[in-house]
Nanobody
Framework: QVHVRESGGGSVQAGGSLRLSCTASEVYCAAWFRRAPGQEREEVASIDSDGSTTVADSVKGRFTISQDNAKNTLYLQMNSLKLEDTAMYYC????????????WGQGTQVTVSS
């Protein structure tokens, strides 16, 4: 059983920064997703077991995904936040090399205001 837990959400003014953290042990790959009210879930960024990363075009250049294997922690550094980044952010993890995300956190809210 993999336990996934996010932290670090909050409220910030546009242009500000936040860093989300996600603890999850013994996973092969992980990702951050977000869902804004009335919108579809969006994959924001992912990281594979070899450390390669993918970032959505909507956040490219502003968000960075990274991991600290020693701490079993995944991070999402969010800079230059925009109003449209407001959403519930979820951490997802895969316990297999297929990278099908079978473990999800409860989510952490990010609210960007003007």
């Amino acid at each position: 059983q993999v336990h996934v837990r996010e932290s670090g959400g909050g409220s910030v003014q546009a242009g500000g920064s936040l860093r989300l953290s996600c603890t999850a042990s013994e996973v092969y790959c992980a990702a951050w997703f977000r869902r804004a009210p009335g919108q579809e879930r969006e994959e924001v960024a992912s990281i594979d077991s070899d450390g390669s990363t993918t970032v959505a075009d909507s956040v490219k250049g502003r968000f960075t995904i990274s991991q600290d294997n020693a701490k079993n922690t995944l991070y999402l550094q969010m800079n230059s936040l925009k109003l449209e980044d407001t959403a519930m952010y979820y951490c997802a993890a895969s316990s297999t090399k297929s990278c099908i995300y079978n473990y999800w956190g409860q989510g952490t809210q990010v609210t960007v205001s003007s």
